[in-house]
């Protein structure tokens, strides 16, 4: 049953609402392909299947090569079934204003900047009252 047009309209002013009130959460909701993918799962299972096999058989001829061989082929298969896909780590896109602006986080400063030195950073806005 398709949305009459007052409720398309509502629709369309809430997600502008949730856009402009938290980006970063509509982002997250909106993001296509937020499940991994079945092939990365077959895969590992191949590669876990096949490195069974080599150990199995490893053990059979006594040879203890073929063996270590099928467990590091074994151990590779599951670290990338459970390892995350790297083309989505974008990291934060800049921080929101207390007026609720997003301002774009700069790339050199916060590049260069140390981990140590932004806490501190964070601490001494803290202790003067900021509040941020």
Known sequence: MPL??????VLEQME???TSDDPRLANTLTRRGGHRPVTRYVVAGVGAAAGLLLLVIGAATSQPWVGAIGFVVMFAAVAFAFAAPRA???GPQGTVAPDGSVRRASTSSSKKRGFMSRL?????????????
């Open 4 to 9: 009459s047009e007052y409720e398309q309209r």
């Open 16 to 18: 502008r609402q949730l």
């Open 120 to 132: 501190e950073e964070r601490w001494d806005r803290r202790r003067d009252g900021d509040g941020r």
């Open 88 to 90: 989505e780590r974008a």
